[in-house]
């Protein structure tokens, strides 16, 4: 779409020509404005035809009843009607007709009364009611295609009743509907005008409106790539800390009750060395995978670094971390992965380490209680990895090293 509106506005105003779709929404975009200016005109246009009534009780009594039908009665009842119509959104041919509509109401009161006065009157009558009505072919916020209707219903009616005026001829009667014509004619031309510049102007707003949120969007677009892993889909280091850090600091929340796991794939540099890099890449997305679809609606899993990973768990408890995190572990183990640098039939696995906070045990941030679980992911490893190791207590600052083993002896 934005493609398109840019075409128009390269273009010359004039030769703008709205799509289906567009003008659609134009028509839906402009309706507040178009019905208040459709709305006014038949409501002044009331006030006026029930002050004109009093004006020819005054000027012309013999009129009286006449007036009061015509002008106090009929017009008004008429355009509440139309305003009616112009109530809520309807179609553009239900639109277009309360011109031609107001228009015929306006010139058969002018005509009816001039034909009961006769003479001069009728031809006075008839001007009037064709200016009144003419300000109608310029104001109405309607298609061209009704305007040029509008305009044709008004020079017929002024026509129609302009032949049954016993003073002037027909020939007199057909040079002054000829010259009516041409006026407003005039005035077609300038509701286009008005139409082109409004569509002109919708444009641009359209415009700005779609490059709004093209940039919205190309922002969030980078937002999520400043945030995400590219190979595994889950979120970044940073993105983590900073999600982290507002869960930590929530109000309500206890910062007790929060629960770290970590993850490292064991012999993941053997995997790489003998499989190479694409399998890595392959066992990296298949262990975040088996990660996200183990925790909780509540959790939040991340890559920390590497082949390392890293889950908050809020509302945990000493009983339901320790069993999540060998979930983890033993979800992992079970996809039954193969690692070639482990020799026939091994397979790849990850030992996990998770630390709680319980109240009372020396908590100062989040950070203390990230190292623990990391802590006690190293114990894990120590330990002969595919292991899960619980930190419910303040760890040992330093890290135990592990006991090499043959494999790692062959990896390094």
Known sequence: MLEDVEVMLRGRARD???SNSLRDLYLATSWGQRKRIARSWLGWVSIVSVGVSGLNCVLHRELLRESLLMLAIFIPILHAALAHVWSRPRSSWIEGLTVPIAII???TAGGVLGVYAGGLRLHDNLGVVLFASTTAIVIFPVTLAWTVI???TAVAAYTGFGLLDPIRGTREILVYATAFALVTGCLIPARNSINTLLQHAFLLTLRDLLQGRALEDANLRLAVLATTDALTGLPNRRAFEEAAARLWLQP???PPSIGIVMLDIDHFKCLNDTAGHASGDRCLAAVAGAIRACL????????????EFICIIPDATAENLGQLADALRASIEAMSLSNPGLGQGGIVTVSAGAALALPGGGLESLAILIGRADSALYQAKSRGRNQTVTALTPLAA??????????DRLCA
């Open 16 to 18: 703008i020509v709205l």
């Open 105 to 107: 109401a306006l010139m």
């Open 150 to 152: 509008g305009a044709i």
């Open 252 to 254: 309500g929340v206890n």
């Open 296 to 307: 909780t609606n509540n959790g939040m899993a991340a890559r920390y670094g590497g082949e």
């Open 398 to 407: 330093e890290r135990p090293e592990p006991e090499p083993r043959a494999g």
